[in-house]
Every structure is written in C-alpha cells, then in structure tokens.
C-alpha cells in the first residue's frame, strides 16, 4: 500500500527521480531570476553546501537549457558557512564556487562568500548584505497604459507608503537542504541560532552544532526572501520528512525540534523538492 502524501509546510513537488528533480529545479531557479531581472534588474540569489546540492549546480554550467540563467545581473550568496578556510575541503564557498561561480559569467562584486576567517564575520556579512540591496533599484520603464494615466488630469498619482527603516533585505530565490536531523543551513536543533529574531546573520557553534563553528542565514532573512527551495534526495531523508508529516498533523510546526519547520515565508513561497525515494513513493516505471 502507498504512503500517504506527506504534509509539510509550504508546497510539496514530487519528481519521479533526482535527475528529473534537478531539471524541474533549475527552471524554477531560471523563472525566478528572469522575473527578478525583468522586474528589479538584478537577481539575489543564496544557494546552500553539501554534497546534495552539488550535482544540481553541475547541472545549472552542463545543461544547455539553463545557461541561460542571466548570471551577469546576479548576486550569489551563501546560505551558511563552515568556519574553515576557503581551500578546505568543508568549505560550502569552494563547493560551490568549483561547480558554479568559475563557469558563470559574474564578476568578483557579484561573489559573496562568507569571510569566516574575520573576526566577526556574521557582522561583516550582513553589513555586506546590507550594503549591496542599498544601491538604488532598478524600476521597469512603464508600460502604454501607465503613460495614458500618467497624462491624464484626472488620475491622481498612487500615493507610496514610507519604506521601513532599516527593511530586511528580500533574497529572490534560496536553495535549502535538510539533515536528518531536520536542520536547515546551520540552524540545529537546541541551537543559540534558532532564538534570533533581530540579525540576519549569526556565528552559530556549542554542543548542538555539528562542528566546526559556523556562520548562517537566520530565520529573519530566510523567512523573508521571495522564494524558498528545499532540495531532499534520497529514501533516507524519508524518516524525517515523516517525522516533521507528523509534527504538523498532531501540533504544528516545532522549529526548536526541526529547525526546517522555522522556515515560514512571511510574503514569498517555500516549495519541497523530493524525488520519490524520499517522498516515500514508488518510482514510476
């Protein structure tokens, strides 16, 4: 008898297997940046380490379908670093930079790799953060219909409200994995991290991090990025996508348990991508 479709918070996309999986990513992620370009003129993109990630960024410079990704009007950011240096192998930058950063067409101020090697790298990081969705925005020239009512007299203009101080910036897309632990970046179960609701940035270490120490995107940020994607493959990671189906069918989300379940966009979209293995379901033939 088939398992149930699991519940889990935000939309749940199953793929028959990983390959298609990574297919069905990567125009989601294409999508994403040509609607960010079209509407904002630059793409923020956070993608997350780790070995399941890594074959879709290979896919991301291999396909020719994708290379289309308009990667010279983006900015690439780290979802969580691992307090090591750059050469190591641990490291999520050098990950992720020999997979994708080298073969894309994006100069050194569009990079952004943790500086975990500062003394105060999630200060640094967000200040960065900070600084780069501080430069003005781009603004869509406007369309026919806009200039008729511009020019007429008895259309009064829209008035805009007054931004925030200090606004959280919006990241367009966030690629997110999961443990079997239900952690998410380096947010961990019982971990100093999960408490922040101020910073958009943490060094994140003690008896419930995995070690080494390490550097993260907090729910603050997370939560507020347009689009969020988590990439899970694999039949192991099924035990605990049916731990977190069980904690919102009896009491909801328990994020200080499951980390993962403290992703809630407060105005974007979360999407699961599973293949069936993890999902629990049989592969089609």
């Known amino acids: 008898m088939p398992n149930p479709p699991l519940r889990l918070p935000g939309e749940v996309h199953v793929a028959p297997d990983a390959d298609l999986l990574y297919d ?28 399941t990630p890594e ?24 979802v969580d670093e691992r307090r090591v240096p750059y050469a190591d192998d641990r490291s999520n930058w050098k990950m992720i930079k020999e997979t994708l950063a080298d073969h894309v067409p994006m100069k050194a101020r569009q990079l952004h790799p943790m500086p975990v090697e500062g003394n105060d790298p999630a200060g640094e990081y967000e200040q960065e953060l900070r600084r780069v969705f501080a430069k003005p925005a781009y603004v ?13 007299p008895a259309t009064p203009a829209p008035v805009k409200p007054a931004p925030a101080a200090d606004p959280i910036p919006r990241l367009d897309f966030v690629l997110l994995g999961m443990g079997d632990d239900a952690h998410t970046a380096s947010l961990f179960p019982g971990s100093p991290a999960l408490a922040e609701t101020q910073r958009l940035i943490v060094a994140n270490e003690g008896p419930a991090v995995t070690p080494p ?13 347009r689009k969020l994607a988590v990439l899970v493959v694999g039949q192991k990671k099924n035990a605990t996508l049916r731990r977190i189906d069980a904690q919102m069918k009896s009491g909801g989300p328990n994020p200080a348990a499951m980390p993962i379940m403290g992703v ?9 991508y599973l293949d069936a293995p993890a999902s629990g379901r049989e592969p089609e033939e």
């Open 213 to 225: 120490p390490r550097v993260t995107m907090t729910y603050p940020l997370l939560n507020a990025a």
């Open 140 to 152: 869509a020239p406007p369309q026919p219909d806009e200039l008729a009512r511009k020019a007429s």
């Open 24 to 51: 069905d990513l990567a125009s989601a992620m294409l999508g994403s940046a040509i609607d960010a370009i079209g509407k904002r003129g630059v793409f923020h993109v956070a993608l997350s380490g780790g070995k």
């Open 55 to 78: 074959p879709f960024l290979i896919r991301l410079v291999t396909d020719p379908r994708f290379r289309h990704i308009p990667w010279q009007h983006a900015h690439l950011w780290l």
């Open 264 to 272: 809630m966009p407060t105005d974007g979209k979360l999407t699961w």
